[in-house]
């Protein structure tokens, strides 16, 4: 399955979103408010440098839950590990970002997913 256009019209409009991981040591459910990105032309959550429960999480449960607006979309994560997808992509998000700070510091320590419909 993939997003219907009415879904990925949804996430284009709505920069936060809350997301429903499910806790790799728990197994509950965990929900947060975080910031998607857009780049390459596809759906991704990052963050400021630094360690994320919701990326170890992802990473040991890919399935999550995205909470938009109207509709709760069951969605994968698909954590990029790439040393190349990773300074392809962050360095189309960082620079949009005036607080930031460089882009070398978030290619070693951010975590990067792709949201993948279906």
Known sequence: MTATDEERRALERQRTVEITTIGRRSGQP????????LAAGRFWLTGSPGSRD?????VAHPG??????D???RVRGRPVTDAGERTEILGEIVPELD???SL???LAGSPLVEIEFG
């Open 30 to 37: 965990r929900r947060i408010e975080t910031w998607r990105y």
């Open 54 to 58: 919701w990326y170890a999480n992802v």
């Open 64 to 69: 999550f839950t995205l909470h938009l607006h």
């Open 71 to 73: 509709r709760d979309v």
């Open 99 to 101: 607080w930031a700070g």
């Open 104 to 106: 070398e510091s978030w």
